[in-house]
């Protein structure tokens, strides 16, 4: 299975195309007099019946709110790649001839050879899309997701009564895959926000949106599940439903059946690309701060622990003494950073946060991520077969990248774009070296060439690395470009690095 983003080029947008509901609600079954007189059983059952509930009114909801919604066009420019001109004949690629596709080592180097393929860089091409959104203010203040104005250079914005506008995005958040949008109208119909705390698993909910451009398109179906956690989206606790959603759906929203918006319907879960019935959408509480960030300050910032993760699994429930296997096991703290501060450690499980439980390890993030930088949080942890009381304050998310960025050049970091640190010593066992730096963040240079983090630095232009001040003095004395070994996976793999 696989998560996409509601997006037209496979990645899917989220919303509803049109949905037939029949009238399967409690007093709409009719029945012939012949059916009538087939003689029944007596009931025999003392249990109470649970209340028979009819179906809401979705009529209504679409004629209250229908006109707040809007269809959204973009277009913009974006990059291309060698990757469409692979021949699946032969299992060669015009880029790198002879090299299999399914050799592990293709995309490394069809990545560098993008990279350094071209003297003017990746070639672009125009770029249509479409998605959905919905007006929040009178005044012309529109929600819809992230990815539906990515790349954007002219956004519009249609409504109902056919006026279209000129759009200014006025930030959007990656992180979370909101946006905020405004058009010069006034007196504009708006939608009712609501919130998640009341929405039940199994409650009715209903979708608008322009599914492959069919704009004001309606779809039904209940909530599946309420905080789910999707892989890459760590700061999102999705609501779950079995809404029809489709490309162009993206950034539309969800209704209870009072006719409030709960979520922004952003999401599918499919192996084919289209709807197979797992639609995910962002809870309007969350995209409602991130609104009030971006409407006041053009951006939106979220918390930070500065801790590294993974699953407790049943095995590590048993080696450290757990009742279940809950929680998440912390691998790696960040020196300096607001967990190291608090005093957690590689090898502590984070069972709470502010009394609130973590089940799976992607609910930590989703939690972390909701609060803001500054805000102190309890920690609930199991260290060595007890439970212990932890206070952290929490740091920036976009913290590490804005010192990356600005980091003076003389010093390395700032050429290659390279956050790293110490080896701690079972890091070194775990990949079989005496030394070597941890990628901790890669932006710049390194990040282009396709170093990620996780990746661990071995040498530079062939001289072992064992501090970060070698890897500076370094690359001090380097004009173009320098030669980086780092292992990935337990693979060594040199990689070129043009300096900034």
């Keep these: 299975m696989h998560t996409h983003l509601l997006t037209p080029r496979r990645i899917v947008l989220a919303l509803v195309s049109v949905g037939v509901i029949g009238a399967a609600g409690v007093g709409a079954l009719s029945f012939s007099h012949a059916q009538a007189a087939i003689p029944t059983a007596p009931m025999t059952a003392t249990a109470t019946a ?3 509930m009819a179906v809401p009114d979705f009529a209504q909801i679409t004629a209250r709110n229908g006109a707040a919604v809007v269809n959204i066009s973009v277009t913009g420019m974006i990059k291309t790649s060698t990757e469409d001109n692979a021949d699946a004949g032969n299992g060669t690629h015009q880029g790198l001839p002879g090299m299999d596709p399914n050799d592990p080592f293709f995309e490394f180097f069809k990545h560098f050879q993008g990279q350094g393929g071209s003297p003017r860089g990746q070639p672009q091409m125009p770029m249509r899309a479409q998605g959905s959104g919905f007006i929040v203010s009178a005044d012309g203040v529109i929600l819809t997701n992230a990815h539906v104005v990515q790349d954007a250079k002219e956004v519009t914005v249609k ?3 056919r006026r279209e506008f000129r759009a200014k995005v006025l930030g959007a958040d990656p992180k979370t895959d909101v946006a905020v949008l405004k058009i010069d109208a006034r007196n504009l119909p708006t939608v009712s926000l609501g919130n998640t705390r009341d929405l039940r698993v199994g409650e009715w909910v209903l979708a608008i949106g322009s599914p492959f451009g069919f704009e004001n398109s309606v779809s039904a179906g209940v909530v599946s599940a309420k905080g789910r956690s999707l ?10 439903t ?3 959603v489709n490309p162009g759906n993206s950034g539309g929203p969800l209704f209870n059946t009072r006719g409030e918006v709960v979520g922004i319907n952003s999401q599918i879960y499919s192996r084919s690309g289209g709807y197979q019935g797992l639609s995910f959408a962002i809870p309007i509480e969350l995209a409602s701060r991130v609104r009030d960030q971006i409407v006041a300050t053009g951006q939106a910032s979220h918390a930070r622990l500065g801790v590294a993760i993974q699953e407790v699994n049943q095995t590590f429930a048993d080696s450290f003494h757990l009742d279940k296997p809950e929680g998440a096991l912390v691998s790696n703290v960040d020196k300096g950073g607001p967990a190291d501060q608090a005093g957690l450690k590689s090898g502590d499980v984070i069972l709470k ?3 609130q439980a973590i089940v799976a390890s992607s609910d930590l993030p989703a939690l972390i991520g909701a609060a803001a930088p500054g805000d102190k949080v309890s920690l609930e942890v199991w ?5 212990e009381e932890f206070s952290a304050k929490l740091g920036d998310a976009n913290s590490k990248a804005e010192k990356l960025a600005k980091a003076d050049d003389g010093a390395g970091k700032g050429k290659l774009g390279l956050a790293l640190r110490a ?3 079972q890091e070194k066992r775990q990949a079989g070296v005496s030394q070597g730096l941890l990628v901790e963040d890669a932006a ?3 990040a282009l060439a396709g170093v990620q983090p996780g990746d661990v630095l071995l040498a530079v232009n062939g001289t072992p690395i064992a501090s970060v001040d070698q890897v500076r003095a370094i690359v001090a004395k380097a004009t173009k470009s320098v030669a980086l070994l780092i292992q990935r996976d337990g693979n060594n793999i040199f990689v070129p690095v043009r300096l900034g």
């Design 423 to 425: 080896l701690q010593p």
């Design 242 to 244: 079995d809404v029809a």
């Design 353 to 355: 946060v502010n009394g």
């Design 50 to 52: 649970a209340p028979l």
């Design 383 to 387: 260290r060595q077969g007890k439970r």
């Design 231 to 240: 892989p890459d989206d760590n700061f999102v606790p999705f609501i779950q």
């Design 444 to 446: 710049g240079p390194a």
């Design 159 to 161: 409504l109902t009564d």
